[in-house]
């Protein structure tokens, strides 16, 4: 498992495979683990991205922070970016 730092917060995430990156975000009440099922069947054929919401799975839970849509969406979109400018790996 690696972090990924988006937004001023490291989330835990999970990044294997190769060729078109494909990105698992989970629902409300779970994490990144909800993905693990599907992770290698998808990761034969594509890049496997998930990664934990903030304020969701093991990593470190800041005191206090930005738990609304929009912060979540804003992550998903920095990961996504991401993905563009390191295209090996975070």
Same mark, same amino acid.
């Given at each position: 498992?690696?972090?990924? +730092?988006?937004? !001023?917060?490291?989330? #835990?995430?999970?990044?294997? $495979? &190769?060729?078109?990156?494909?990105? @698992?975000?989970? $629902? !409300?009440? &779970?994490?990144? +683990? /909800?993905?693990?099922? =599907?992770?290698?069947?998808?990761? *034969?054929? /594509?890049? @496997?991205? %998930? /990664? &934990? =919401? +903030? @304020?969701?799975? *093991?990593? =470190?839970?800041? %005191?206090?922070?930005? /738990?609304? %849509? #929009?912060?979540?969406?804003?992550?998903?979109?920095?990961?996504?970016?991401?993905?563009?400018?390191?295209? $090996? $790996?975070?």
């Amino acid at each position: 498992m690696t972090y990924v +730092r988006v937004n !001023g917060v490291d989330l #835990e995430s999970v990044d294997v $495979g &190769s060729g078109i990156p494909v990105v @698992f975000s989970h $629902g !409300g009440h &779970s994490d990144l +683990r /909800y993905w693990e099922p =599907q992770r290698d069947a998808f990761a *034969k054929r /594509y890049r @496997f991205v %998930a /990664y &934990s =919401q +903030r @304020f969701h799975g *093991k990593g =470190q839970w800041p %005191a206090t922070g930005d /738990y609304s %849509a #929009e912060a979540h969406t804003a992550d998903l979109v920095a990961i996504m970016r991401r993905l563009d400018e390191v295209p $090996g $790996g975070f």
